[in-house]
């Protein structure tokens, strides 16, 4: 009986062209990141349970892959419980397994470190279509730069790689996590609601602005601060931050002078190829951001495709909260960009010229391998394949893997390549 | 207090010139096989236990990294056994998700499928100097070819990708499985001894041919039998194929003309650059290879740091046992590659100038950041840093980051590059 081969449940098998089309974007977007100085570092994917459980990964930490002990240390009696049952399990993301990197490395690595990541994770998210429970994430950050210098460049080799990878009319929206700090303030909510406050905010886009204001009362904060917010948030389409210090007379003059700066140079950086944008209702989801906040939205495209800020508390904690270590990043939603170019029916370049060679099943390889040596020693890609019944069935096939000369192999015959079309 | 941020035992964090190193070396592979016209495949990293555990993977099987149900599906009580608990597992090769997914895909794959997979597998192996439990591989695998050209391509590409990595002198070892059957037929084994007869010759370069004999006999078999089998087996170094008919005359004359064939091609092919030699005395330690095997050789490194063979009845058992489907496989030691190159303190090729821009704490960063978009338009990698006090001292980390250019920034002044050294 033939054996359940499907992949394992909420997982996919690449075929070859998804998987040509994601090496591509991989290379597209670490090339340019490397012309900014960034260099890429790897962890291995499954970490500690007590780092995977720590609290800075939100919703991510109830869906995660736990990997059972083994030997001596797997007990099992009619007391285990659950937790006794792992010690380790699949990374979620890649900001915690940079964290411990960083703070086991630190000694190794240059003061202002300069990172790429690129690599699976795993979430045993409900399976649903274009989620999957393993996916890959592309991230950048930057460890050890106070200044707002970070985030210029963050979001100019983000939005240049994006540029690259052919996305034009996109927006990179900014805000910064202290505006909405001094948002709530004057609205006059209480500190600690702040939190919360924020995460309703968060759903702005989807509820609208009458959604959030139900969901605030039924939260039950008093109707002055939410009339307050709803009045400023509901403008954030329009507000600029030269309106700011009017709407916002609480706001610190180094968190404005920071956010006007990253907008001036990455508006001229831009040249017109893309908008940067002041949003304050902007707030992403994680709690650790501490400063800026950025995200990338596609027009005609729900969600955004990239997303990151300034956390300059999450490190310093792993190192046991001692001292501040300053960090930046930003990730771009690799499949989302693997899903819109492959919906724009995207075209890959074609480098090398691609050349199949039918030869009779009976044939001598020998002279027929030296022709598909001298041909791929001028950097052509030469598939050889027997000659089967139906050819024009066979070249259409290899049409399809984009296999545009083709040639029929005759022994002491020279080769005539033709137009597989 | 700090946390503990060791990665997980037995698993390694890489730092940013062994993923440089990393990445070269693959995409080095890649670009050669892509010309062979392999194309790349994904496999998720995890897999269902059944398949983990059908037999085929060895002493694989028994180091699997399985992980947890989830949900209601994990039961936990008095009669909970281990094999209750998990029904997926990380992989620990990536031939038995080749054989999955193209029983899976095979609707969706060419006839000839020349396929490429590289990535991480876990084995929890006793941790030790040089071995991970994650690491990785790199194979390349020919479905649905009959043929030695299919075996012909795998040692060129193969070979080729080496050669591209600056490895010479290296020796491709060639035997066939049923080569070896023949030897252990004319030595008067019993048939059901094969496999154990072939797994104790496998140890031959380790144990000698002493060795061999010894644990031949302790095995309980019948001395005649021995006495031919290591008359033959001694010889392996200079046995060549021609006089292979005189010593085994039980040898079809199909298994040795392919293998002269073979030969015969890569010897051309070769050009001298590397050897190939027929060695009786080669078994390959999985079963599941049914025809030629093959293995790479560095002088003066141990173990082989490729290897593969042909196996035709595995895919088609996972299908369900009806057909045959032509297998045929090589994998490039990925991690042994790596320890090699590093040891031979092999230089990366260094594509782009890379420039050092170092700039005072509080200079208004527009200007800078225009300077270093248009360096970086011209392909060159730029890394601006705060100048720190010991400029010396910084320059020099810069250096060996591998930043031979710095130039040290004044506003309202044209940049000077001058070399770092």
């Known amino acids: 009986m033939a054996l359940n081969c499907n992949p394992v449940q909420g997982m996919r098998d690449l075929l070859p062209d998804e998987v040509e089309l994601r090496r591509y974007v991989t290379e597209t977007i670490l090339d340019v990141y490397k012309k900014y100085g960034f260099t890429q570092i790897e962890t291995p994917c499954t970490e500690h349970i007590h780092l995977l459980t720590g609290g800075d990964g939100g919703e991510n930490e109830k869906m995660l892959f736990k990997i059972l002990k083994r030997g001596e240390k797997l007990i099992l009696n009619e007391n285990t419980q659950e937790k006794d049952l792992c010690d380790i399990g699949l990374r979620f993301d890649l900001t915690v397994p940079l964290s411990r990197y960083y703070a086991i490395n630190r000694e190794k690595l240059p003061r202002q470190f300069k990172a790429i990541q690129t690599g699976s994770v795993w979430r045993a998210e ?81 509820i609208g602005v009458e959604g959030v204001r ?101 490190i310093g904690k792993m190192l046991g909260g001692k001292e501040e270590i300053p960090a930046c990043g930003f990730s771009i939603g690799f499949e989302r960009v693997i899903m819109l170019l492959t919906e724009m029916k995207f075209q890959l370049p074609q480098k090398a010229e691609k050349i199949v060679i039918l030869y009779p099943e009976e044939t001598d390889i ?27 069935k066979q070249l259409e096939d290899c049409r399809n893997q984009g296999y545009s000369t083709f040639a029929i192999y005759t022994e002491n015959q020279p080769l005539e390549l033709r137009e597989n079309q």
Do not use: W
């Open 126 to 206: 409900r399976p649903q279509k274009g989620r999957y429970r393993q996916f890959t994430q592309c991230d950048i950050d930057i460890i050890g730069v106070k200044g707002v210098i970070a985030e210029t460049e963050l979001i100019m080799a983000t939005s240049e790689a994006l540029l690259n990878l052919s996305f034009t009319r996109f927006v990179v929206k900014i805000n910064d996590r202290r505006i909405l700090e001094s948002l709530a303030e004057y609205c006059g909510f209480p500190t600690e609601a702040y939190g919360n406050v924020f995460i309703i905010l968060d759903k702005l886009d989807k």
């Open 366 to 392: 020998l002279p027929l391998m030296e022709t598909a040596t001298r041909l791929r020693t001028e950097g052509k890609i030469v598939l050889l394949e027997a000659e089967k019944k139906n050819r024009r």
């Open 214 to 314: 139900k969901v605030l009362e039924k939260a039950g904060y008093a109707p002055e601060p939410i009339e307050t917010f709803l009045n400023i948030t509901a403008q954030s389409a329009t507000l600029t931050t030269d309106e700011l210090p009017k709407v916002l007379p609480n706001l610190s003059e180094n968190v404005l002078q920071d956010l006007q700066n990253v907008t001036r140079i990455i508006t001229l950086f831009s040249e017109g190829r893309f908008n940067i944008q002041f949003d304050i209702s902007l707030v992403r989801g994680m709690g650790y951001y501490t400063g800026q906040i950025f995200e990338v939205a596609v027009s005609d495209f729900g969600s955004s495709i990239a997303g990151g800020g300034r956390y300059d508390k999450m």
